[in-house]
C-alpha cells in the first residue's frame, strides 16, 4: 500500500469489482478512457477480468485501487505497457465519481504511481495517452510533470468528430529534478 497526501494506492480485492465497475461506468469515465466504443461494461467483465488478473502473478500488468484515507474507492490507476528492455512503461487513471473530480485526489494518486514506477519498478521514462478534449486530465498530468510530447493528429472518433491524442510523458531525471532530489546523469 502506498499512501500520499489525499489518498492511497492498494491492491485490488475481488469485492472491489462491483464498485470499480460502477465508478468505470461513469459516462465521462468511459468517454474519456477508451478508445474502443464508448459504452458501459456489464459486471461480470470486471469480475472476468480479476479471475484473470489473479490466476496468475505478472508483473507486466500492474493495477491499484485509489482510495482516499478514509477507505472509500474512487477509481483506479495501472500500467498498460511495460517495456522492460527499454525502461519505459505506459500508465492510466481514472477517477470515477463526478464529486471526486478536481479535488487533488488524481494527482496524488498519480503521483504515487510515478514514485513507484521510478523507485521500484526502475524505469527511466513514464508515458501515457489523453485525448485533447480532456482538459482536467491534462491539467493533472501537467501538475505532476509530465508533458505534451507529440500529438496523434485526429486519432480517435468520439462525438461525431474526430480528435486529437497527446502523447505525455515525464523521464526520471526530471521527476528527480522536480522533487528536489538529484536527477541522473544523461
Known amino acids: ?41 456489464p459486471l461480470q467483465v470486471e469480475e472476468n477480468w480479476y479471475q484473470e488478473y489473479t490466476k496468475e502473478y505478472n508483473e507486466d500488468f500492474i493495477q491499484f485501487v485509489i482510495e482516499t484515507l478514509d477507505g472509500t474507492v474512487i477509481g483506479k490507476c495501472g500500467t498498460g505497457h511495460i517495456d522492460w528492455k527499454n525502461s519505459c512503461v505506459t500508465i492510466w487513471i481514472f477517477i470515477g465519481n463526478p464529486e471526486n473530480r478536481s479535488k487533488g485526489y488524481g494527482s496524488d494518486a498519480l503521483s504515487l504511481l510515478v514514485n513507484f514506477i521510478f523507485k521500484e519498478m526502475n ?55 522536480a522533487k528536489g532530489g538529484e536527477a541522473d546523469a544523461i
Not at 461506468?25 to 461494461?41: A, D, H, Q
Open 123 to 177: 524505469m527511466n521514462r513514464v508515458q501515457l495517452y489523453v485525448f485533447a478534449f480532456n482538459e482536467r486530465a491534462v491539467t493533472s498530468y501537467k501538475k505532476v510533470g509530465f508533458v505534451v510530447e507529440g500529438i496523434q493528429k485526429k486519432e480517435l472518433f468520439r462525438n461525431g468528430t474526430y480528435n486529437d491524442v497527446y502523447i505525455m510523458s515525464i523521464l526520471k531525471r526530471e521527476y528527480d529534478a
Open 1 to 41: 500500500m502506498f499512501t500520499g497526501k489525499k489518498v492511497r494506492l492498494r491492491e485490488v480485492r475481488k469485492e472491489d469489482a462491483e464498485v470499480i465497475n460502477k465508478l468505470g461506468n461513469e459516462e465521462e469515465v468511459f468517454i474519456n478512457l477508451s478508445t474502443r466504443l464508448p459504452m458501459p461494461k
